[in-house]
């Protein structure tokens, strides 16, 4: 009987080793709850790169502040829309997920700030006094530096969207 128990469990210990993805990008996000996901994260984290575990954790970061809740988020929620929304994604989905909102939120600030542009300009062609025009011009110029950083970062970010998914981009 021990003949047969001892290659039945090398073969399941030597199974049981392989189960994890060889990318630690692949696993899975388990966030059930808000509890489960900070026990998952503080597993998971050790298991990263730390260039991966900094980038992860600002994703992170990025989603649990601009996810929208009715009620503040409690440990045992189980209908916490964050948690909803990543429960059982892999972690480079994840990046992605916090990637493509930033982008969404770059992209409503820019389009919200250039539309101030034509006045601004305006303000700045028409004002009379010295001080008045140094300071409209100011605005102006830092309102275009913030224009500009919005584009580098989603321009970075959608680099980042492309080395994740390398396979969206082939036909």
Not at 23 to 51: C, H, I, M, N, S
Request: aromatic content about 8%; overall charge positive; glycine content about 2%.
């Amino acid at each position: 009987m021990a003949r047969f128990l001892l290659p039945w469990l090398l073969s399941v210990s030597i199974f049981l080793c392989g189960c994890a993805p060889k990318d630690p990008l692949d696993r899975k996000v388990k966030a059930g709850t808000p509890a489960e996901f900070a026990r998952w994260w503080d597993r998971t984290r050790e298991k990263l790169p730390d260039a991966q575990r900094a980038e992860v954790f600002k994703v992170i970061r990025y989603l649990q502040d601009s996810t929208p809740r009715l009620k503040a988020m409690r440990a045992e929620d189980h209908y916490d829309p964050l948690c909803k929304k990543i429960d059982g994604i892999s972690i480079r989905r994840l990046l992605v997920l916090g990637y493509e909102n930033s982008n969404d939120n770059l992209q409503s600030r820019i389009l919200l700030e250039t539309g101030k542009l034509p006045q601004l300009v305006t303000a700045v062609s028409e004002a009379d006094d010295p001080v008045r025009r140094e300071y409209t011009d100011s605005v102006l110029r830092y309102t275009r530096e913030r224009i500009d950083d919005w584009k580098a970062t989603r321009a970075e970010n959608d680099r980042r969207i492309a080395e994740l998914t390398p396979n969206a981009a082939q036909p």
